[in-house]
C-alpha cells in the first residue's frame, strides 16, 4: 500500500509574509507602464522608488522562506522608509531649486 503524502498548510506568518510580497509586486507591475511615459528625471526617480519596493518584497519572501527572521524583516522595511524619504527629499529639494531659479 502506498504511503499518503501529508500535506501541510503554510503557517500563518508565511501566508501573510507571501501575501505581503504579493501586493507589493502588484503594485510595482501596475505603475512600471506609468513610469516609462515619465520624463526621464522622473522616470529615475520613479525607478529608484519601484526597485526599493521589489526589494521590500524579496525580503518578504526571504522572510517566509525562513531565511531571515522578523527582526531582520523590520530592519529591512525600516530601511525601505528610509531610502524612500531620502529619494523624495532629493526629489523636492531639486524640484524647489528648479522654482527658485526661474
Do not use: C, N
Not at 507571501?18 to 501596475?30: E, I
Not at 512600471?32 to 515619465?38: E, K
Amino acid at each position: 500500500m502506498a504511503k499518503r503524502r501529508q500535506v501541510t498548510r503554510p503557517s500563518r506568518r508565511v501566508r501573510r509574509a507571501l501575501a505581503s510580497a504579493r501586493v507589493l509586486d502588484q503594485v510595482v507591475a501596475d505603475q512600471l507602464p506609468l513610469v516609462a511615459r515619465l520624463p526621464e528625471a522622473s522616470r529615475h526617480r520613479a525607478a529608484d522608488f519601484l526597485a526599493e519596493l521589489v526589494l521590500l518584497s524579496q525580503a518578504y519572501r526571504h522572510h517566509a522562506a525562513g531565511w531571515i527572521t522578523r527582526r531582520e524583516l523590520e530592519r529591512r522595511g525600516t530601511g525601505t522608509v528610509s531610502r524612500i524619504a531620502v529619494i523624495r527629499r532629493r526629489s523636492s529639494l531639486s524640484s524647489a531649486q528648479f522654482t527658485e531659479q526661474d
